[in-house]
């Protein structure tokens, strides 16, 4: 990829795709974890004398403009983290980020301005990758920098579009997040630990298959250990299940055997009858759930197992938690496992976004790992692929 050091953004007016997809309620900014990761990349070219244009999409608007996906909070935010001031052109429907108006706007800004626009969703042609509005946005600046790896997996017009009309470049944050990612998908430090979790193995197939003949070993937690689980013969209650999964999940067992790749699966789980908080619980041997019962975290003897099995990894991946970890009844397994990949010493370890990094958030011990990535899906894409759109574009 072109990255910054081959930018010299001296005089220039410079468009950046940033990821602020962020959760706002009430009008206040709730985690501001995406703002303050592209501030590295926003002061690097404002100190070398650009003038920056900034573009990210929120949400899901349905079509045009609204105001609940504005991003006009974000501004203050941004103001906070940057300390500069920062003009918001937007919040109507006439201040979209690709609309005449704008463009006046950011051209009769003074240099060395920090300008933000409005959410790039509330353009029709965005998710299309419309070429015709990847012009219009590559009218705002005079060279394009690609910061957002959490929208990379996206062939956008804000992402991959626009970069076909303007010299790009990948942001400081991109960098980082490529060169990470990378690390783990090419000739990763042995012994080499992927931990993964979350509901559904069709989510991580690409994944798993990508990563088993490179690893020491893998752990498998979360609702989707119960497809394996049930694919062994076990009896799993009524915890999540991907039924038509389990050919492909007996499958992946086979092919870890023959790589001779050690694949962990829960031996037993905090069961209930409800996902919710306060619900009777019971520890149960997950092969052998009781009907009316789902496992709903990892049980303190799987805990403890897959705690031991990563002592000495010398690089280890983490996606997915091991459990319902959004109540604390079900978060005991995910912080146990979370703590000690945070406690290897010597390790490189990779939290590939997602649920992962709230859960190390909720540790307390998001800053012990060496990389915690912004973007979920985006990570799961470049494991499996070891590409994506965005890498492409700016090539």
Same mark, same amino acid.
């Given at each position: 990829m072109?990255?910054?050091?081959?930018?010299?953004?001296?005089?220039?007016?410079?468009?950046?795709?940033?990821?602020?997809?962020?959760?706002?309620?009430?009008?206040?900014?709730?985690?501001?974890?995406?703002?303050?990761a592209a501030i590295p990349t926003l002061k690097h070219l404002l100190e070398q004398g650009a003038t920056l244009v900034l573009f990210s999409h929120l949400g899901r608007p349905k079509g045009g403009f609204e105001e609940a996906s504005s991003l006009a909070p974000v501004a203050l935010v941004l103001e906070k983290h940057l300390g500069k001031p920062v003009v918001f052109i937007g919040g109507s429907p006439e201040l979209t980020?690709?609309?005449?108006?704008t463009l006046e706007r950011v051209k009769a800004a003074s240099s060395g301005l920090v300008i933000l626009l409005d959410n790039v969703r509330f353009e029709s042609g965005e998710e299309k990758n419309d070429e015709a509005l990847a012009r219009k946005f590559a009218r705002l600046g005079d060279a394009f920098v690609l910061d957002a790896f959490g929208s990379a997996h996206r062939a956008h017009a804000s992402v991959t579009g626009v970069a076909r009309f303007l010299p790009s470049?990948?942001?400081?944050?991109?960098?980082?997040?490529?060169?990470?990612?990378?690390?783990?998908?090419?000739?990763?430090?042995k012994p080499y630990w992927v931990v993964l979790g979350g509901a559904k193995v069709s989510d991580k197939i690409g994944v798993i298959e990508n990563l088993l003949p490179k690893v020491t070993g893998m752990v498998i937690g979360g609702a989707m250990a119960f497809t394996f689980i049930k694919a062994q013969g076990g009896q799993v209650g009524k915890s999540l299940v991907e039924?038509?999964?389990?050919?492909?999940?007996?499958?992946?067992?086979?092919?870890?055997?023959?790589?001779?790749?050690?694949?962990?699966?829960?031996?037993?789980?905090?069961?209930?009858?409800?996902?919710?908080?306060?619900?009777?619980?019971?520890?149960?041997?997950?092969?052998?759930?009781?009907?009316?019962?789902?496992?709903?975290?990892? @049980?303190?003897?799987?805990a403890k197992a897959f705690a031991e099995a990563l002592q000495g990894a010398k690089?280890?991946?983490?996606?997915?938690?091991?459990?319902?970890?959004?109540?604390?009844?079900?978060?005991? @397994?995910?912080?146990?496992?979370?703590?000690?990949?945070?406690?290897?010493?010597?390790?490189?370890?990779?939290?590939?976004?997602?649920?992962?990094?709230?859960?190390?958030?909720?540790? @307390?011990?998001?800053?012990?790992?060496?990389?915690?990535?912004t973007g979920g899906g985006a990570s799961l894409e470049l494991l499996e692929l070891g590409t994506l759109p965005g890498i492409e574009a700016l090539r």
């Open positions: 072109r990255t910054l050091k081959d930018f010299n953004a001296a005089g220039k007016r410079v468009l950046v795709r940033v990821d602020f997809n962020v959760p706002i309620k009430e009008g206040k900014v709730e985690d501001e974890t995406r703002v303050v980020p690709a609309s005449d108006a470049y990948a942001g400081f944050l991109m960098e980082k997040e490529v060169e990470s990612i990378g690390r783990v998908l090419h000739n990763p430090e039924d038509d999964r389990l050919d492909l999940a007996r499958e992946l067992l086979k092919k870890a055997s023959d790589l001779g790749v050690k694949l962990l699966l829960p031996t037993d789980v905090v069961a209930a009858q409800k996902i919710e908080a306060g619900a009777p619980t019971r520890i149960m041997p997950a092969h052998a759930i009781e009907d009316g019962w789902m496992g709903l975290d990892i @049980g303190p003897e799987s690089t280890v991946l983490w996606n997915g938690p091991m459990g319902v970890f959004e109540i604390d009844d079900f978060a005991k @397994g995910t912080l146990a496992v979370g703590g000690a990949i945070a406690r290897l010493e010597g390790a490189f370890t990779v939290i590939g976004g997602g649920d992962s990094v709230a859960a190390a958030n909720k540790l @307390g011990m998001a800053d012990k790992f060496s990389h915690v990535s």
